[in-house]
């Protein structure tokens, strides 16, 4: 077994990248499992920053190859502008990224979709990034989509796409009264895009599971999170895919027998983007406060997130779905300042407590808090556990109590060395 998987713990923005930034050394492929441009993973690296929306951010470790799975739906027009703000940055990405034959492609009317659908929900908004991510899943799952593979063959292109936009005319005209597309100039910027990505293209389930009979080792990197899993999260204020272990299987195409291990990630504390419940959220002066010392702004919209208390019932959840083998925690040392922290240790509901983080009516809880002292003293000069305050080695071990794995990895600032790793 050498593969192992990265998942999000929480509702997504956990800072993934900068776990998979640190465990890339020791991998020799980096995969992209699930999810589009909406995701943006922030690296900061010898101080610079990076955000990645599509490159799986293991391309800064010059030995690492990445892929992009068929899991993923694929923005061309933003893949491309991506790449060339990475080779702006000496990162060659062409000659070590590899393309899935079989992920789905957005296409100009998903994004002009979501964009109205959204507008037409009006209060009952789900929140998304506007990007088409949700309309090219459902294309996808309706057999109505489009796969990169499908851009080989110039005239099966062009009878697919014929097929494809004459069902889609209507839809924007009488669904949406958006005013048709021009075929022939989305058929041209195909095929301007496979030329420039011809040669990076795979079947990636053989490409992968080669590389593992060969002993290579593998990193499966997730977008979003858990609880906003399509199944799993707080439908309907969830994402379009799986973002879980199920969605790193079957968005790589590896089997289960390769993964060895599967690491959560999760802030010290929880935030959210979007509509949707969230038990912990702190609001008014508070929250305003976790927010800014935090910086907690989305990478790809500039949104500023919902901050609240961390959540162990959530964590819980996400544990038992993915069968996490351990936890790694980021952002320790924006809680540095706080007197006392608290921590969600469970729910009720009516006064009644629950012994599960429900599948639907979570806004209906009541978090169950425990209070725990602050540490009041910087960390993020820290390496090592048994350096850090005492009360900040309370913190970590009552979250493993609480959710019955170990936290492997600490994150005590934004640079890729402000890293604690526990044996």
């Not at 465990?23 to 993973?41: F, K, T």
């Not at 391309?59 to 702006?88: M, P, T």
């Not at 901050?307 to 320790?332: F, H, P, Q, S, Y």
């Not at 109590?401 to 936290?407: A, M, N």
Request: with cysteine; aromatic share 8%.
């Amino acid at each position: 077994m050498s593969a192992t998987v990265i998942i999000g713990a929480q509702w997504g923005d956990e800072g993934k990248a900068k776990f998979v930034d640190f465990l890339s050394s020791d991998y020799q492929y980096i995969v992209r499992y699930a999810g589009g441009a909406n995701a943006g993973h922030t690296v900061i690296f010898e101080g610079k920053k990076f955000v990645f929306h599509l490159v799986p951010s293991g391309i800064l470790h010059k030995h690492s190859e990445v892929v992009i799975g068929n899991g993923v739906v694929l923005d061309y027009d933003y893949f491309l502008q991506e790449v060339r703000e990475l080779e702006a940055e000496h990162i060659p990405v062409m000659e070590r990224l590899y393309l899935s034959d079989s992920m789905h492609l957005i296409l100009p009317y998903h994004k002009m979709i979501d964009q109205a659908g959204e507008e037409m929900l009006g209060a009952n908004k789900i929140g998304t990034t506007g990007r088409g991510i949700g309309p090219a899943y459902q294309d996808k799952m309706s057999r109505k989509g489009l796969r990169l593979g499908d851009l080989h063959n110039e005239a099966y292109l062009k009878e697919r796409l014929d097929a494809i936009m004459s069902f889609k005319g209507k839809e924007l005209e009488l669904l949406y009264s958006l005013p048709p597309l021009d075929k022939n100039k989305i058929f041209d910027e195909l095929r301007s895009f496979y030329e420039k990505v011809k040669h990076r293209i795979i079947n990636s389930p053989f490409f992968l599971n080669e590389k593992l009979k060969q002993g290579k080792k593998i990193l499966l990197e997730g977008a979003q999170a858990t609880c906003l899993d399509v199944d799993h999260g707080t439908y309907p204020y969830v994402t379009s895919s799986n973002p879980t272990i199920g969605g790193a299987l079957t968005g790589s195409g590896i089997g289960p027998r390769w993964v060895d291990n599967i690491i959560g990630i999760s802030k010290a504390y929880t935030t959210r983007v979007g509509s949707g419940p969230f038990p912990t959220e702190l609001t008014g002066d508070l929250g305003n406060h976790l927010r800014e010392l935090g910086r907690e702004y989305g990478a790809t919209t500039g949104r500023p997130r919902r901050c609240g208390w961390l959540d162990t019932e959530a964590l819980r959840m996400a544990v038992r779905v993915n069968g996490l083998t351990a936890l790694a925690i980021a952002k320790m040392d924006v809680l540095d300042e706080f007197d006392t922290i608290k921590l969600g240790v469970g729910y009720t509901i009516k006064n009644e407590t629950i012994d599960h983080f429900p599948s639907y009516g979570l806004e209906r809880v009541t978090p169950i808090y425990e209070e725990m002292p602050g540490w009041k003293t910087k960390i993020s000069s820290v390496r090592s556990f048994a350096d850090l305050p005492v009360n900040a080695q309370k913190y970590i071990r009552r979250i493993e109590d609480l959710i019955e794995i170990p936290v492997r990895i600490i994150s005590v600032g934004a640079d890729r060395n402000a890293t604690i790793v526990r044996p």
